[in-house]
């Protein structure tokens, strides 16, 4: 389907609370360009970029602002043609809690602007600590209305009782079918792949169970570190930063039934199903590790006790997994920067077979490999025949990768994606209610009694404990980084 042919979105009030943020530099506001360039915006929007009176800007300001992330972090860069046409949409208006006049007169005047009956869609681009405040504000000032959504970045809540209080105060204001919890990860290309992957196709889903796969392991780790953001960081860490949102996201995905279509009614009840199965986390099977030279970052307490690296066995405790533990791994300063889901098979007696390749690291290892960076890729990895008089065995490869498959052209970032369906009002790829209250249920032990964090060296791999986590089994990464 061309872009020409895609849905397009009701025309739109587009409000970025935080437009001065990293989030908006990175993502927002290059990718709103980029939707511009694609064809999918709206047919007349506007976008107001907000922030506090203190980080005020002019209209001039914010599209200068604009200009330099769209040319630092773009797909496409402000030397694409469209660009002057799109600062024409542009504006800023300060607001915050109890002084939001401004921002309603603001919207309003863009409505008149675009004329009939535009929505409204409030991006709460801000510090977590912040989203209650916001969410009054929008009550308050009478910015959210009927035709408004909004929507609410990550970590949602902190735990369980944080995370019921904000959907208290969430639906005071909007109905659930107005709320849109972000995770960029279900935005990825190569995550929804997953559901083409095992949907649409006979071939694996007969074996996608305990009968034929032994572990699932979800591991991303990132080799940048928390530059710059230890305000963020250190209050959160890397289980509430990473596991709560996007691993178990992609766990969802990884382990639902096949859903009756997928639409968001059908989508999430399925993924909820996943997170009703889970069982609480084991905290003796939790890794938590700190990177040396942490507590020396500008702005991290020197006795933190934050981890920057956490690993855990999760089980989901149903008919198809029962037996089968899901390792995740996501942390701060590690070897590698990958996202990278592998599933291992039962081995087979291979008795018959005494020689494997001894240069061969992957051994006698059976495993599906998908690999959902952009723009990603899935591999089987399995035994073959080496060429020669003997019967050896050497580690081998089918590989499917995006990159040399597809054209890449209709590619949108997972922000992009997201906010697309956004104004679609689609809720498919976004996080329920009482799908994230139900993650932080299960968090609970793990939170309450978190192991000490232990140090481990930059650019590892993690503490030793994270190998012995996953015996008998080992870690796809580092060994076969590169495939
Ligand atoms: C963000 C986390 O949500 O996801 C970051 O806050 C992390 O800590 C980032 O680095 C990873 O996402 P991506 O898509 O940039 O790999």
């Not at 001039?60 to 040319?71: N, V």
């Not at 309603?104 to 535009?118: L, S």
Request: proline share 8%; no cysteine.
């Amino acid at each position: 389907m061309t872009a020409s042919e895609l849905p397009r979105p009701d025309n739109h009030v587009i409000v970025i609370f935080g437009a001065t943020g990293d989030l908006a530099k990175r993502k927002l506001l290059p990718g709103a360009f980029h939707l511009q360039v694609a064809g999918l915006m709206p047919r007349d929007y506007r976008i107001i970029g907000s922030a506090p009176p203190s980080f005020a800007m002019t209209d001039e300001q914010f599209i200068e602002h604009a200009r330099e992330a769209s040319a630092e972090f773009g797909i496409t860069t402000p030397d694409h043609p469209a660009w002057a046409e799109f600062t024409r949409h542009l504006s800023f208006s300060a607001a915050e809690p109890g002084n939001a006049a401004g921002l309603a007169e603001a919207v309003q005047r863009a409505e008149k602007q675009i004329g009939g009956n535009p929505r409204r869609l409030f991006h709460l681009a801000v510090p977590p600590a912040a989203f209650t405040s916001m969410v009054d504000m929008l009550g308050d000032s009478g910015l959210a209305t009927d035709r408004s959504r909004v929507i609410i970045e990550k970590p949602f809540g902190t735990d369980l009782a944080s995370s019921r209080a904000l959907n208290r105060a969430v639906h005071a204001v909007f109905d659930e079918s107005q709320v849109f919890r972000i995770d960029h990860f279900l935005g990825k290309e190569s995550v929804d792949n997953i559901l083409a992957l095992r949907f649409a196709n006979g071939l694996l889903e007969p074996m996608w169970n305990r009968d034929y796969i032994s572990y699932a392991q979800i591991d991303v780790p990132e080799t940048l570190t928390i530059a710059g953001r230890a305000n963020f960081y250190d209050a959160t860490g890397a289980y509430r930063d990473m596991v709560v949102t996007h691993l178990f996201q992609v766990l969802g995905f990884v382990a639902m039934e096949p859903p009756v279509s997928l639409s968001a009614r059908h989508l999430r009840a399925e993924k909820y199903k996943v997170y009703e199965a889970l069982r609480p986390l084991d905290v003796r099977h939790a890794v938590r590790g700190q990177y040396k030279g942490y507590r020396s970052e500008p702005g991290v307490p020197a006795d933190s006790g934050t981890e920057t690296m956490v690993a855990l066995r999760a089980e989901v405790d149903n008919w198809r997994w029962h037996g089968v533990p899901f390792y995740l791994r996501s942390g701060k300063a590690l070897g590698a920067s990958r996202q990278v889901i592998t599933l291992g098979m039962h081995e087979p007696p291979l008795r018959m077979f005494p020689v494997i390749r001894s240069d061969q690291p992957t051994g006698r290892r059976n495993e599906i490999v998908i690999d959902f960076a952009d723009p990603g890729s899935i591999s089987f990895k399995f035994l073959a025949k080496v060429p020669g008089p003997d019967m050896i065995l050497g580690a081998s490869q089918l590989a499917f990768r995006y990159s040399e498959s597809f054209a890449q052209a209709n590619a949108l970032e997972g922000y992009e994606r997201l906010i697309h369906l956004a104004m679609l009002g689609d809720q498919a790829l976004f996080t329920s209610a009482e799908g994230i209250e139900r993650l932080w249920e299960v968090s609970t032990p793990l939170l309450d009694n978190p192991p000490p964090v232990q140090p481990y060296d930059p650019g590892s791999w993690g503490p030793a404990s994270v190998d012995k986590l996953v015996a008998p089994y080992r870690w796809h990464l580092p060994e076969d980084a590169g495939t």
